[in-house]
């Protein structure tokens, strides 16, 4: 398996592209019920070529990344060869990103000496999709990349 099986939930959310992926290898629900029976090993495979399938149909569409933490939100715009970030970084230690009231603080404090913010842009060592995927797994969500493009406007400008 390239990335990591999609969780019951998931699977549940995809159950028609599920049906529709057996029916490309002419699996209908009789098979696969037996199949899952009789070769409980191939109904395994067939869960993670879906998954992967799934993933990296994701992870090709995906541009914008965030990721939240006590004191810091790293943002991320990803491109065929390299991904650019935008750490924001809470000089003040109680502050908590992680609830309303901190984003509330970050926005009243943005542009002062309690907010550290640094850029980067580092080229994909691996796989586009893979490196991305290594994101998510650390615990990064994708998003719309509002916060990201709010805050590189006012960068750049």
């Known amino acids: 398996m390239k990335y990591s099986r999609l969780t019951?939930?998931?699977?549940?959310?995809?159950?028609?592209?599920?049906?529709n992926f057996l029916a490309t290898q002419a699996i209908d629900k009789a098979e696969?019920?037996?199949?899952?029976?009789e070769k409980?090993?191939?109904?395994e495979q067939e869960l993670d070529v879906f998954s992967d399938l799934v993933w990296e149909g994701?992870?090709?569409?995906?541009?914008?990344?965030?990721?939240?933490?006590?004191n810091h939100i790293f943002?991320?715009?990803?491109?065929?060869t390299y991904v650019q970030s935008i750490v924001l970084k809470s000089l003040v230690p109680e502050t908590d990103f992680?609830?309303?009231?901190?984003?509330?603080?970050?926005s009243d404090n943005m542009f002062t000496e309690t907010i550290e913010m640094k850029t980067g842009k580092k080229v994909f060592t691996e796989e586009r999709n893979t490196s991305i995927f290594?994101?998510?797994q650390q615990g990064s969500f994708l998003?719309?990349?509002?916060?990201?493009?709010?805050?590189?406007?006012?960068?750049?400008s």
């Open 8 to 19: 019951k939930e998931q699977f549940e959310e995809l159950h028609q592209e599920f049906i």
């Open 32 to 37: 696969w019920d037996k199949i899952k029976i």
């Open 40 to 43: 409980p090993e191939v109904a």
């Open 58 to 70: 994701v992870l090709g569409r995906a541009e914008y990344l965030e990721h939240f933490s006590k």
């Open 75 to 80: 943002l991320f715009q990803c491109f065929d």
């Open 98 to 106: 992680l609830t309303k009231e901190g984003l509330q603080w970050l």
């Open 134 to 136: 290594g994101l998510i």
């Open 143 to 156: 998003s719309d990349g509002q916060l990201y493009k709010q805050i590189i406007s006012i960068i750049e």
